[in-house]
């Protein structure tokens, strides 16, 4: 009879950690030999701006530069954000292809590869920061703040995307196909991203629309973005954006963290493979007789 081994309930931090970090690296991998996700992450936000850009720049600012500088931070929070996504959505592929039940049947720490899954995608969040920053200076994009200050910008869409990765990742285990975790998670981002002041100022838009722009925490990241790599007030945006990132951090990762657990405790009481043995004397009494 095929038995699946228990993970390990005792293991030490250093090990945990290095269980999390060896499955961190196996997400970059993934990264690295699936080209559609590369292509996704480089050809988004310059659609994003291309599009954003030339479109609608001289109808809402009279001149694509002066808008570019506007929308870019917008931009900038809004593809990272989005590219949260793709965390629910390898999760839920790995579960359903069944490299859960891989992970489940080695002396590994249970929340291991939940958090290799979210740090990993670390990488595509900052890959999705340098390709928008990196196109959107071709098209005329300035830094006017210090380096520092745009160091600390970048950082901080950085921390807000592991906060929402979480709620990503808790989406990616309760839907059952990745096609309901775009379906979900698209339901639930697109009014985020666009009812914000990403792409236009929150003052054209109707007061019942503003009641919601103005609580709304792509708002006050939107406005630490601008500020810290434009110029501009950015003490009270940034601790509103680290709160609500921190807010976020702590209702979903435990979540996430105790879905992934419930998840790996039903499997292995439920292997997915049951092997039953026939008896050979009832075989041979099933034969008609003579």
Aim: charged content about 10%.
């Amino acid at each position: 009879m095929s038995t699946i081994a228990e993970p390990a309930r005792h293991l030490s931090p250093a090990v945990a950690f290095q269980n999390a970090f060896t499955l961190t690296w196996r997400s970059v991998l993934k990264i690295r030999t699936n080209m559609e996700d590369v292509l996704g992450l480089s050809l988004n936000p310059i659609m994003f701006l291309l599009l954003f850009t030339y479109v609608f720049g001289g109808a809402i600012s009279g001149n694509t530069h002066k808008y570019l500088q506007y929308e870019l931070p917008g931009i900038l929070v809004m593809t990272v954000v989005f590219a949260t996504l793709g965390t629910g959505l390898m999760l839920n592929n790995d579960i359903s292809s069944g490299v859960f039940d891989r992970f489940r049947s080695l002396p590994i720490a249970r929340w291991a590869p939940l958090a290799g899954a979210v740090l990993g995608d670390m990488v595509r969040y900052a890959i999705s920061v340098a390709i928008t920053l990196g196109f959107g200076m071709i098209l005329g994009f300035r830094v006017t703040a210090t380096p520092l200050a745009a160091a600390a910008g970048c950082l901080l869409v950085l921390a807000f995307a592991l906060a929402m990765c979480w709620l990503s990742a808790l989406l990616g285990m309760l839907v059952k196909t990745p096609q309901g975790v775009q379906w979900f998670g698209s339901l639930l981002y697109f009014p985020l991203a666009f009812g914000s002041n990403v792409l236009v100022p929150s003052a054209t838009m109707p007061g019942w629309l503003q009641a919601f722009v103005k609580v709304n925490p792509m708002t006050y990241l939107t406005d630490a973005a601008r500020a810290l790599l434009i110029g501009g007030p950015a003490a009270a945006p940034v601790v509103k954006s680290l709160l609500w990132a921190l807010g976020i951090f702590v209702v979903f990762a435990p979540l996430a963290v105790r879905v992934y657990r419930r998840k790996a405790l039903f499997s292995l009481r439920s292997p997915p493979y049951r092997w039953r043995s026939v008896p050979v004397t009832c075989a041979a009494s099933a034969r008609p007789s003579a």
